[in-house]
């Protein structure tokens, strides 16, 4: 199993981006995926994670109402739009795969067990 995060970049305060996870190898679309965000000094946290659109679906108190997370089971992608960003958003932002099916997924790093390579994301004017 592989994941690939990719769509960071650099964007002013109140900018948007678009965030996506491939995912690739033996999975299944009921395995809970969560995006999470890392900043020197401070611990992972995961910001946003989905089983499912509309079923499952958890977020961050800090980041509710302005990101979306997504699952395209066709394609196996999680995507995580970041809208209204603010600088403390800035970090590097990776995603990660239960490898367990689930009908719930967590925002604690402890539930996942297969971790991509981080996106960085900075916000700055």
Request: aromatic share 8%.
């Amino acid at each position: 199993v592989q994941l690939q995060a990719s769509g960071g970049g650099v964007v002013q305060p109140g900018g948007s981006l678009r965030l996506s996870c491939v995912i690739s190898g033996r999975t299944s679309p009921q395995m809970p995926v969560g995006w999470f965000r890392e900043t020197p000094g401070k611990r992972r946290e995961g910001v946003a994670c989905i089983v499912a659109e509309e079923i499952s679906e958890s977020y961050e108190d800090s980041v509710k109402g302005r990101f979306t997370i997504s699952r395209d089971k066709t394609r196996n992608t999680v995507d995580l739009r970041l809208d209204r960003l603010q600088p403390e958003d800035s970090g590097t932002y990776t995603c990660a795969l239960a490898e367990e099916e689930n009908w719930y997924c967590t925002l604690f790093e402890v539930g996942y067990q297969q971790w991509g390579r981080g996106t960085q994301v900075t916000v700055s004017s």
